[in-house]
């Protein structure tokens, strides 16, 4: 192979990285030419920005959990870095750093109480984070902090006679910045984030432990946000409350990468190498004049960037030039294909008696009504159950009460041997509980392939190991030659076929499998019911609710019959079918009368 | 000071702050009719208010100089007269940017568009901000209005000492605000509009059925929320110095009232915006000034992060 | 014979790319009172939600007395004289009960016949006149259902369409307003589409009769002839 086709081989990481590379070199070229000192400290600003924007699209972009309050952690790095030199005289070659850690932990402070907040609770929170900071040092006393010039060894305190290396460190730290976001983007770090913003709760049951992961995307997010403003302290010299807590730098680091593409590595720099130019720009210019013209450009940047292309220039440009593929995200190409391996995902037969799943005395109302009324049943190993009922008998609530979804007001759930209580989804996922969703809930712009391996997470270390097994799940159901395909793209049978192998990915002992057949034709049915058959085959203990008996009663070794949240009845299919309180549940009562009457009637002719 | 010296500046605050918070109680029922019938958090709700402040302003300074419009009422008047222009700012600014953003093509949007209406305020925000700034000047201005300068003497009471005086330009507009609160709230019960919009934001499925045009009732919801907050604004006008940025320093204010009061509560909204305009005023005593908005925001932080649902209102949402 | 209202013919539609209904023909004659039966997710839910405009076909056609009811959109097709029982009744929970009755006349803006249908509304069912200022989410789900009802009824349709009136409800309430649905349909001269999950209570107060399974039409015909179909049976039960 030429070099050029080793180049254009590359993926993921690696891939980045040389993409950063020659980024950098051609900025260095650009820094050491120029020697008009303005332009140089355009260059250097708008290198913090880009930083900025990366710092938000790491935490927002990929998760979803957009942040309006990344003032609060540029600010505290930039007062940090001033105040300790101004007051300390610490080198910001130090406190930098400093700055860096302290507002990742800061970070981490925010998002413990925050994350619990939902929607625009969430957005109001972070709003508040850096306007009470902006009243708080305000009123401290440090309207204008002033970072003192230093005349002997300037160069120790990262003050330069020549702004040209200004201009390097903030190249150095965008690098840094492109670098981990690279990192981030390419391992399951980024794929986590990506699989929470596209479906939080799927991204639950199939293991992600959700609280973490954004714990930690906020950390290092806030931490190079940190990193940013200290720096800009030590090139602008003076740091006031509004101008590193004020709402604009919030809405700077937004902009950023919603302008240039939300969740891509380039996106928040194309941003800010479009914008910070333009208003700085303008802002020389026109701001005798025009003042306010800086938040005016942005503001409209924004406005325009909503209405015509949401998720960024990059996104846009690349749906023009490319129609019909759908957008997709992740990095699908790196895995390669290792086989159907299905005894990977065998689960050996139980020596002992006990049930893999036991419930007992489950109740569960909303309001007025009990959904789940003093519920007793069990599950033995490798046995595939029946859940059925009419509609609104309880059924979906049950199977939202065993994987962790709500809280049952009483009761217990066993599950091979361990009481479940307050364990959340992902947590029953890892103890082998996995499930499927009445409506499919697919990470949408994810490959087919990447929903699976993102369901493999759970019980593997390593991208191979992960891959094995999401190999082996999507020969399992049989979705080989469509693992490439965005998960938008499948139909319904296809993603039903997609979130079992998701569920299998997983290693579970146990699958709850949520009325899979619905709106499937009668053919698609009976290759559905052959995959589970299969499943169970592994070893693997299946409950399925289901509304069509038909197909139930040729699959299931047992049912459990559910009506108004209680038990009905339970037993083999046979005897189900013919009990009448069943039919009478299914049909109506007038059913069995008539059936009766026109007995009746059959036998006096 | 002795105690009653104490008791003199508590009643003093107390009052004052029953009489701004009236004003504030009114902003944040304008913020809280909008997120309960849209299910949007306006950003931008600050910056209507300022709208109002200035329409307020300029109608006065341009033509409170003729004879006909020359008495203490004109400012008032003013501030009332800004709802009906904002609504029809509100319900242009509704039908070209933010309907792009809501409703069913919403649901093609990252996250259900939800995040795509609060960045869209936000960048609305944004540019009525600076843009006021360029056309308004960023020197503080207030409508000179006579009453702000008269108080009411109440007292004196305990002990021939203690005495409360009672701005007359505050108490007027908060009368004022009242009666817009109970008036609204006559609308909504009322009237078929109101109700058409209370069902269309208890089912907007339902709504659809009995032939309500829900995005219609968004529409409207936006420019009455925008009107009122304006109102709101033009009554503080006369008795607080303002510019462009001021709405900034309302936003926090308006949220804390509204979640106090429980998202989507009109009479929750009102009670919350009460409430903070007492708390502001009374921590006054206490603490030094720059201060007064850092408790407001404590207490908004602590609120979301320990009963989101708030206090006053009911699961109700908009009556 | 009775003049056809209603007709569909062909008619595909679902929710985004995947088709709900498949190839859908029926058509609803004046004054009949006709149920749609089926298991769950055989599309009954999305059969109203198309009539009523909520959901968009992708193919066939739908006239209402010969005029071309594809057009009209969803906000408007209540002028027309289609009135939308939901599933979950849907009341609004915060309006009383009076209010959810006028939002159920929005379209129509004449007092006067409001006030002559709201009587006879409230002596079909006593029960709302009662509590006409009471908030309608602090009532029963036997009383929810009947105001969702009355609101269907108040605006003097042309076609009534319920769906599945008796879900969450105990038989003995549900037998009560099927009763008294059957008494309006009768008296009023109603034209009435029942959804119904329960297929006997269905056949016994209807005329005529669809059976939806996976999104098509399998059986159809008199009430009377398909009570015991051992098809129903199947589709149902699968034996």
Redesign the interface.
Known sequence: MTMMDTLKSLTGVKRDFLHIGLFAGVYLLLALFISNSYYQLIMTIVAVWAVMGLSWNLLSGYSGLISFGHAAFFGLGAYLVALCLSVWNLSPWFTIVLATLACGLSGLLVGLPTFRLRGHYFALAMLAYPLALLYIFEWVGYQEVALPMEREAPALYMQFDNPVWHTLLALVLLVLALGISSLVANNRFGMSLLAIKLDEDAAEAAGINTLYWKLAAITVSAAIAGAAGGFYAVVLLVVTPLAVFGMLVSAQALIFAMFGGVGTLWGPVLGAFILVPLSEILYARYAADFPGIQGVVYGVAIIAVILFAPQGILWKVRALLKPDQFRILGSTASVADFGAREELLVVPPEEDETPVLAVSGLAKAFGGLQATNDLNFSVRHGELLGIIGPNGAGKTTLFNLLNGFIRPDAGEIVFRGKHLHKQRPNQRCAAGMARTFQVPKPFTHLSVLDNVVIGAYVHTRSKEEASEHASAAIHLVGLHDECHLPAANLTNKQLRLMELARALASKPTLILVDEILAGLDPDAMQEMLAVLRKVRGLGITIIIIEHSMQAMVQLVDRFVVLDHGALLAEGSPDRIVRNPDVIEAYLGKNWLDNEARDGEDAGHD | MDGLQYLENFLQSLVAGLLMGSMYGLMCVGLTII?GVMRV?N?AQGEFMMLGMYFTYFCFAWFGTWAFFDGVWFPFMLALLAGPAMFLLGVLIHRL?IN??TGRQASQ???GG???Q???T?????????????IF??NPVSVSNELSYSAWEWGPMVGDRVSVFVNQAQTISAILALFVVIGFGQLMGRT?LG??L??AA??P??????????DRAHRVAFGFGVAITAIGGGLLASNVSFQ?YIG?EYV?IM?AGV?LGG?GSVRGAFLGGLTIGVLQQVSAIIL?N??Q??VI??C??II??LR?QGFFGRR???? | MTDTLLQLDSLSAGYGTVDVLQDISLTLGEGEFIAVVGPNGAGKSTLFKTISGIVTPSRGTMTLRGENLLQVPAPRRPHHGIAHVPEGRQVFPTLTILENLEMGAFVNRDRAAFAQNLEKVFSWFPVLKERASQLAGTLSGGEQQMLAIGRGLIGDPAILMLDEPSMGLSPAIADEIFNRLVQIHRTGYLTVMLVEQRVAEALHFADRAYVLEAGRIILSGNTADLKNNDRIRQAYLGM
Request: charged fraction near 10%; proline fraction near 4%.
């Open positions: 997120f958090i950003f940017l792009a953003v949007l990252e996250a939800h995040y795509a609060l960045v869209l936000l960048g609305i925000a944004l540019v009525l901000q600076n843009g006021g700034l360029f000047g960023s078929r109700k058409s209370r069902a208890d089912n499925d339902a709504a659809t059925y009995m032939g309500i045009n829900v462009p900034t926090i949220y979640v998202l030094p720059q201060l908005n850092t925001f404590v908004f932080l979301i992060l989101p109700e949402r908009i009556a």
